[in-house]
Every structure is written in structure tokens, then in C-alpha cells.
């Protein structure tokens, strides 16, 4: 008899500790926690956030998801989260462009980045390439400067569309060189890709695995990457630092944040289960098919870059007058 009540005992004991482990791994409920992003599926942001979605699903055992929030060129799903409790059930997988550039770009914005959002992890960067049309007689950085000040205002670039990154790049190339450059937007990368191609523009910086193709076929020649360090998907591409224009860094990157006022707790949470997917060679692989490279770091570290970011792209918008609305 004893020994039954013994047994039942140790039985219930080790289904609490079993349910005390399993709760130790939620972060604040079993409920499933919801991802937006402020793009529609299928593009760069929403594949890299089902990987994420993905990974934390496994590595903390409670249901990740995705939420497609798309619009007003990513504050809808901006506006949404910075209203959302600050329990880590509602986070935000953004990328540079809604959280650096627009909110200087437009007034009416109803987020502010650096107040409403609080840095988890960055997960990975995609550098720009600069790119020209083969008949633009320029083989490197230098000579593509020196071409463009021989005959200023002559030379134009493309991008795909008013306030994108590639615009916002075009616009960093001319004010650390001082040049004269015509930005001639088009509605998307690739109408921008085909403008380029057929010599309506001479340049523009565009994402590097999209222009990728088109560079191998020798449609369009690169002559360097915009990244600290050269891509792994073009190494032989110099970086526009090593091509002479100092300190010259851009392109996009993706990030996933919570509401300010989250706990710490949380965020550390978050932040140390997602280490261990930016060293999962599964993950890695599917951010390369993305034409991304793995960034990672601590909260902190994230924290300075965003701030850093934001304070960059909001000098260039301001010295080159870029108004959105």
C-alpha cells in the first residue's frame, strides 16, 4: 500500500517538475507568439522571418508565427507592433529601410524607431553592388568618379524607387564624392535592372543577389560591393572602401524586435535561442539562398548599430532634401 502511494507520489512529483521545465521555456505563456512583418509573403524579409519563425519554435518549444502586415511602405506593421503590449507575444521582424529611412523621409508616421522598439538580434545583412552599364567606359570606383566629374550632371542612376535603399546609397556615392548624378527612380529592381541594361541609366546600386545574374551573363559589370567585407556570393569584388571612398557602408539589412518595455528577461531569452540557430548550418544556408550574410551579436550591440543606422540615413536624407510625402 505504501509502496503504491510512494509511486503515485514520485509519479505526480516528476509530472510538476516536467510541467515547471516546460513553462521555464515559454516566455510568458503557451500562447503562440506572432511575428509581423511589413512586407507581403514571398520576398526576402518574409523568408528570412519563417526561419526565424522556424528556429524559435524549436529551440524554445512554443508556437512562432508569421504575420504579414504590408503597406504604406512598412508602417502599418510598425504602427501596429509599437501599440502592442509589451509582453513579448507580438514581435517585429523588420528591415533597415522602415526603421532607418522612412521615418525621416515621412512626416506622418505614426512610430518613432528608437523610442517604440527594443533591439533583439540582428540577424543578417545583404550588401548592395555597384553596378553600370558595359558601354559606361569606367572599370573601376575611381574611374566611374572621375567620369562623373568631368561632365557633371551628365551621368544619371537608378534605383527602385524614391527613398529606397538603392537610392539612399546613390545618394551617400554623391555627397562623399561630390558629384553631380540625375536619381532616376523606377517602380521596382527590376524595371530599375532593365533600365540599366538598355542604357536609359548609367548606374545604380541594387541588391547583389538580384543583380547576381545579370552580372555573370555580362549584361551589366560590378565594380564593387557596398559591405564592410567583401560577399562571399562575389569575392572577387572589392568593397568600396578598398575601391577608395572611405568609411562607405550600405545596403539592407533584418533584425527582430520587440515592443519597448519588454522585459529583459525575454529579450535575453530570445536573443540566446537565436545564437544557437545563427550557428545551425541549415539556417545559414537559407539566409545565403537570400542573398544575406549572418550578422548576430548581443541586444546591446544591435542597439548601437540601429541607432547608428538611424543617425546615418537621416543626415543623408537631410543634406540630399529627400522628402517622401
Not at 567606359?137 to 562623373?148: D, G, H, N, R, T
Not at 554623391?174 to 548609367?202: Q, W, Y
Amino acid at each position: 500500500m505504501f509502496r503504491i502511494q510512494r509511486a503515485v507520489l514520485c509519479a505526480a512529483l516528476a509530472l510538476c517538475l516536467a510541467s515547471g521545465v516546460a513553462a521555464a521555456n515559454t516566455l510568458v505563456s503557451r500562447q503562440p507568439v506572432r511575428i509581423v512583418v511589413p512586407y507581403a509573403a514571398g520576398g526576402s524579409t518574409d523568408v528570412i522571418a519563417r526561419l526565424v519563425a522556424k528556429a524559435l519554435t524549436d529551440e524554445l518549444g512554443q508556437t512562432f508565427f508569421v504575420e504579414n502586415k504590408p503597406g504604406a511602405g512598412g508602417a502599418i506593421a510598425h504602427d501596429m507592433v509599437s501599440k502592442a503590449p509589451a509582453d513579448g507575444t507580438t514581435l517585429l521582424f523588420s528591415a533597415a529601410g522602415p526603421l532607418t529611412v522612412t521615418p525621416h523621409t515621412q512626416s506622418r508616421v505614426n512610430y518613432r524607431p528608437l523610442d517604440d522598439f527594443a533591439p533583439i538580434k540582428l540577424i543578417a545583412t545583404s550588401p548592395l553592388v555597384l553596378i553600370v552599364n558595359p558601354k559606361v567606359p569606367a572599370k573601376s570606383v575611381q574611374e566611374l568618379i572621375a567620369l562623373a566629374r568631368k561632365d557633371p550632371g551628365k551621368m544619371n542612376y537608378g534605383s527602385f524607387g524614391y527613398g529606397s535603399a538603392a537610392h539612399l546609397t546613390g545618394e551617400l556615392f554623391k555627397l562623399r564624392n561630390k558629384l553631380e548624378i540625375m536619381h532616376v527612380p523606377f517602380k521596382g529592381s527590376s524595371p530599375a535592372l532593365t533600365g540599366l541594361i538598355g542604357g536609359e541609366v548609367d548606374l545604380m546600386f541594387d541588391v547583389l543577389v538580384t543583380a547576381l545574374p545579370h552580372i555573370q551573363a555580362g549584361t551589366l559589370r560590378a565594380l564593387a560591393v557596398t559591405s564592410a567585407h567583401r560577399s562571399s556570393l562575389a569575392p572577387d569584388l572589392p568593397t568600396m572602401t578598398e575601391a577608395g571612398v572611405a568609411n562607405f557602408e550600405a545596403g539592407t539589412w533584418f533584425g527582430l524586435l520587440a515592443r519597448s518595455g519588454t522585459s529583459q528577461d525575454i529579450i535575453d531569452r530570445l536573443s540566446a535561442a537565436l545564437d544557437k540557430s545563427l550557428a545551425n548550418p541549415e539556417f545559414r544556408s537559407g539566409l545565403t539562398t537570400q542573398g544575406a550574410e549572418v550578422a548576430g551579436g548581443s541586444p546591446a550591440q544591435f542597439n548601437s548599430f540601429f541607432r547608428a543606422e538611424f543617425d546615418k540615413w537621416g543626415t543623408v536624407v537631410k543634406q540630399a532634401g529627400i522628402k517622401a510625402d
